[in-house]
């Protein structure tokens, strides 16, 4: 239990460090090179990150359940899932550069998604390698190469900016961080798990972790194409600056997740035990999951959307403006994406994966339907209402099938969202009449420092109570 609590922490240490430096990386981007050529990054990135899932196949998941249970056929199992791979990374290359030419994309974007696909060929390899590693029980190498490979990429793309260099130098950072990448794990993979690198055609060994991989492929592709797809149809139905003005309130949102990520992976295997030991605690595990990222969603959202103008004008300029009410809309998605992680650790911890994937793919459906209809009239604004739109579908149809596995007591639920929600908005109503007083930052920490005062004097959150939750998910 030890490793399993120190390995929780280096993922969680490292995506926080990840998210951080990645956020001031494009805060940084977006300032120095515009809504324009922001909008054409972004692009390149999103687009290759979806078709990402199609050169891993859930073969990275799979392989990691494999190893945890042989590690003994740890080099038998890595060798067939490269060998596939190899084959998946050069289809899914040509098809995603046709798709590009045939979606009439200009000749500088194409030449940046190239490029950007190559970071997907070097993130697809290491992905299986430290899938191997995780399956070892070695997730600190992970961690260090999270934080290390975000670094790498803001040095050279920091420098690349200065000294005023194309963008096409701001995926090459991409790319170098990426090989390295690749390196550092199969160094780390040969030295420290012993494990030899080859390729390897088995044929039934491969066809049994395809059989395994389909539905996190699946799981995968669903929720890449409700990602980000939206990109594209910012792309080509409103232009690039739109998608620029798009990135910053994805980006600022987005941010924001490691917090129920963190928290949905300690918990996944508790739920999946008390699925099989003990009802009630498992009752109590998701109710107060959802409590807490109630709690933490309600100010995030009620805060920055007070805030935003300040924030978008301070930080990302005048030429973002446009960027504003997006960003209070997918603010207000926030709380149930938050609140839907913990819905998707008990449907997957509590064997329901295919109700999880098929909520997903209700949302993805929900999410490119309504990107189509908005996008043409309303532009930026129609993009993050398809996402507001996505989110609360993603959780109402996961969340309909938890009474079927846990004795939700419904209206405590509720009750708890109304307190939280009612908090936020008098304070957060305090912070929009202060904000023309005192600077904004300094209007944000007090509304913080507020709210989390507030939290234990109408009783809603309890030092005891925080104490034994978090004792009964390391238990």
């Known amino acids: ?80 899932v490269l060998a596939v791979k190899t084959l998946l990374i050069a289809g899914t290359y040509v098809v995603m550069m046709l798709v590009a030419y045939v979606l009439n994309y200009s000749a500088e974007m194409r030449l940046l998604i190239a490029l950007s696909g190559i970071t997907m060929i070097f993130d697809s390899l290491h992905l299986s390698l430290y899938a191997v590693l995780r399956g070892l029980h070695k997730l600190k190498y992970e961690a260090l190469a999270i934080v290390m490979s975000q670094f790498t990429t803001l040095c050279i793309g920091t420098v690349a900016l200065i000294l005023g260099q194309p963008l096409v130098w701001l995926i090459i950072a991409f790319i170098v961080s990426s090989f390295l990448n690749v390196l550092y794990a199969s160094y780390m993979l040969r030295h420290h798990g012993h494990v030899r690198i080859t390729l390897g055609w088995n044929r039934p060994l491969i066809a049994s972790l395809l059989v395994v991989a389909f539905p996190f492929a699946l799981a995968g592709l669903f929720a890449r194409v409700y990602s980000y797809s939206d990109t594209v149809f910012l792309s080509k139905l409103a232009g690039n600056a739109a998608v620029g003005w798009y990135s910053i309130p994805n980006k600022i949102t987005f941010a924001f997740q490691f917090i129920p990520l963190a928290l949905s992976a300690a918990l996944y295997p508790r739920m999946s035990e008390a699925f099989v030991s003990d009802r009630a605690h498992l009752t109590y595990l998701f109710e107060r999951a959802m409590k807490y990222l109630i709690i933490v969603a309600m100010p995030l959202a009620v805060f920055l959307s007070v805030l935003s103008q300040e924030i978008i004008l301070t930080i990302y300029t005048a030429e973002y403006a446009p960027a504003i009410v997006p960003m209070q809309i997918l603010l207000a998605s926030l709380l149930f994406a938050f609140i839907d992680f913990p819905v998707g650790a008990l449907l997957n911890g509590c064997n329901r994966q295919g109700t999880q994937t098929t909520a997903m793919g209700i949302a993805m459906v929900v999410n490119v339907a309504t990107n189509i209809l908005l996008i043409p009239s309303y532009g930026v604004i129609g993009a993050a209402i398809a996402a507001l739109c996505g989110n609360v579908t993603l959780f109402v149809a996961g969340y309909v099938f938890v009474p079927k596995i846990a004795r939700v007591h419904q209206g405590r639920l509720l009750a708890w969202a109304v307190a939280a929600g009612l908090l936020a908005a008098v304070i957060g109503t305090l912070m929009w009449f202060g904000k023309s007083i005192i600077p904004w930052y300094f209007t944000l920490v007090i509304g913080g420092v507020l709210y989390c005062s507030g939290l234990f004097v109408i009783g809603l959150v309890k030092t005891d109570e925080i104490r034994y939750f978090l004792n009964r998910v390391k238990a």
């Open 1 to 80: 239990m030890a490793s399993v609590v120190r390995n929780t922490a280096y993922m969680t240490l490292a995506s926080v460090g990840q998210k951080i430096l990645s956020f001031l990386y494009f805060t940084f981007i977006a300032r120095m090179v515009g809504a324009e050529d922001t909008g054409k990054y972004f692009l390149a990135l999103s687009f290759t990150t979806i078709f990402a899932v199609i050169t891993d196949f859930g073969l990275s998941p799979s392989l990691n359940r494999e190893v945890a249970r042989k590690p003994e056929e740890a080099s038998k199992h890595l060798g067939s």
